[in-house]
């Protein structure tokens, strides 16, 4: 007992400094992974003119989302099966070699391809950086830490399109690419060198057909949200098809989960009523993020004549918001142990955020709206690392990683719908509008413009004016959606149930909780550095 003893001393006073490190090193895995697609939304337009292929343009994106998605729930189960550090390595070397690719394509089809390896490894390196944590950080302490995720991912979202923007000025586009590989080696040096995990052996085999089946469930998905409405209309045969194709295989998916000795994603975490509560907030928290994210920028630059070379920086007002709650909430609670009020608050704010922002007109000062942005922000601050956070502790240690992958999943599914279905409203309100304002002919001709400040400069005086008028009604009508959205995650939230946290104590009398929530003893400590 005494040796036992004296070992968790020493792992106590070599744990602040090893977790810092290794924390440094997951965050640049993190930061890798978000900041890709920002830096090469800016660099497209150089894509397509060297590589031509502008019919295909939508698929550089949509294959790395794809990708990136279908293979998250699998990373998540590897690691849980065959340790933690060597998925999670594995991912980075997966998502370098599709960057280097990338860098070297010669023609838009190779660069779809390569983009698809791009995201295989992408879905590793977020699950792993989320179940790392877990394993490493009791959720008790984890609140600390919440800041610095917060931080990366304003970071990623603010200075993805400036550092696009000038790395393909200066440098040229495939340097977006190349960018990935000095940082990515640093990663992989660091947490080959500091993080120490336990090796695991598998008793069983993976879960082939159930992962296949998954990720036809993703894919079907994914390309609904991302066709719908834009390639394909909503009630065409192609899209009808993929949502037949989705239901079938999600409904087999369930019935092989049953059977399976070793399930992809064991549906007994969802027993865990703050589990399934966690996901499906995580759900709605992507749906207002990812909507926010991208018709924001499209209101400010046409309607308030923004520039779109600083378009990150017009998301500052909600990134700094959402980076301060968060940090504030992560500090109370690590100090408290307390964490039901967080999502509730974060649900009002929510809500109140997205119809302050679907209140928006042509009159509306970037001030004004730098407000309600804000408003946006600190209820996404309250919600982003809390669901996560809560999500971890609602399970058994050995599903760290699924339930990891799991949260990540239906954030990531959350922000396809919410991009999909805003976008949807938007567009139609737009079209109905102009249409109104100047008749078919003028409505399609204006609606060939972008919408920039640059493009809508040299439209005619009444044009242009029933313009901003109608992409302030389409910005109404998404926002206004998000918050009827929204609605849904803050009734959720009161049905959390305030399990203490792992690592806040001794454990509950028997009884105490429900499912795995009531297992609060503390997380095993792990060896990770020298």
């Given at each position: ?58 698929w550089?994106?949509t294959?790395y ?10 990373w ?21 070699i ?27 390196l ?52 190349y ?11 660091m ?27 993703i ?21 009808i ?26 549906l ?15 759900f ?19 309607v ?6 600083n ?12 980076m ?5 909430a ?6 408290s ?14 809500v ?6 679907a209140?928006m ?23 982003m690392?809390?669901?996560?956070l ?15 992958s ?19 409203l ?21 609606g ?34 998000g ?21 806040a ?24 550095a020298?």
């Amino acid at each position: 007992m005494a040796d036992m003893t004296k070992t968790a001393d020493a792992s106590e006073e070599v744990k602040p400094r090893s977790v810092r490190v290794v924390l440094m090193a997951l965050m640049i895995a993190m930061l890798l992974a978000m900041l890709d697609n920002m830096i090469i939304g800016t660099a497209m337009p150089t894509i397509v003119g060297e590589l031509g292929g502008l019919e295909h343009l939508s698929w550089v994106v949509t294959a790395y989302t794809l990708a990136t998605a279908a293979s998250t729930p699998i990373w998540g189960k590897i690691g849980d099966m065959y340790g933690r550090k060597g998925s999670f390595l594995t991912s980075i070397v997966i998502f370098l070699i599709g960057s280097a690719l990338s860098g070297m394509a010669q023609d838009m089809g190779q660069l779809i391809g390569f983009r698809a390896i791009q995201g295989l490894g992408a879905g590793g390196l977020m699950v792993g950086v989320m179940a790392i944590i877990g394993d490493l950080i009791p959720p008790r302490e984890r609140g600390k830490y919440q800041g610095m995720m917060a931080g990366v991912m304003a970071l990623a979202m603010i200075g993805g399109p400036l550092v696009g923007g000038t790395i393909t000025d200066h440098m040229g586009w495939r340097w977006s690419f190349y960018i990935n590989l000095p940082l990515g080696a640093v990663a992989l040096a660091m947490v080959t060198a500091v993080l120490h995990l336990p090796k695991k052996k598998a008793q069983g085999k993976i879960d082939y057909l159930g992962a296949a089946l998954l990720t036809i469930a993703i894919t079907s998905t994914v390309l609904v949200t991302t066709w719908g409405g834009t390639e394909y209309a909503w009630g065409s045969g192609e899209v009808i098809g993929l949502i037949i194709v989705g239901i079938v295989s999600i409904a087999a998916f369930l019935y092989v989960e049953t059977k399976a000795a070793e399930p992809v994603m064991p549906l007994h975490i969802f027993r865990s009523r703050n589990f399934t509560l966690m996901s499906v907030i995580g759900f709605l928290v992507g749906f207002a993020m990812f909507g926010g994210v991208l018709y924001l920028p499209l209101f400010q630059q046409s309607v308030q004549g923004a520039s779109a070379t600083n378009s990150g920086l017009l998301l500052l007002p909600m990134l700094l918001s959402m980076m301060v709650v968060s940090l504030i909430a992560g500090r109370i609670t690590t100090s408290s142990g307390k964490y039901k009020m967080f999502p509730i608050v974060g649900g009002a704010l929510m809500v109140v955020g997205l119809f302050l922002l679907a209140t928006m007109d042509t009159g509306t000062t970037r001030l004004m709206s730098g407000v309600y942005m804000a408003v946006l922000g600190a209820g996404l601050g309250f919600l982003m690392q809390i669901t996560m956070l809560v999500a971890q502790n609602s399970v058994e240690m050995k599903d760290m990683g699924v339930a990891s992958s799991s949260a990540t999943l239906f954030r990531t599914l959350g922000g396809s719908f919410g991009v999909a279905l805003m976008g949807s409203l938007f567009t139609s309100q737009v079209t109905d509008t102009m249409t109104d304002r100047l008749g078919p002919e003028a409505a399609a001709k204006a609606g060939s413009a972008q919408l920039d400040a640059a493009s809508l400069a040299k439209l005619p005086e009444a044009m242009r004016d029933a313009y901003q008028h109608a992409v302030a009604a389409g910005t109404h009508s998404a926002f206004l959606l998000g918050a009827a959205i929204a609605v849904l995650g803050f009734v959720a939230a009161w049905f959390v149930k305030e399990v203490p946290l792992r690592g806040a104590g001794p454990a509950p009398t028997a009884g105490g909780g429900e499912g795995d929530e009531g297992k609060t003893a503390p997380a095993p400590q792990e060896s990770i550095a020298h």
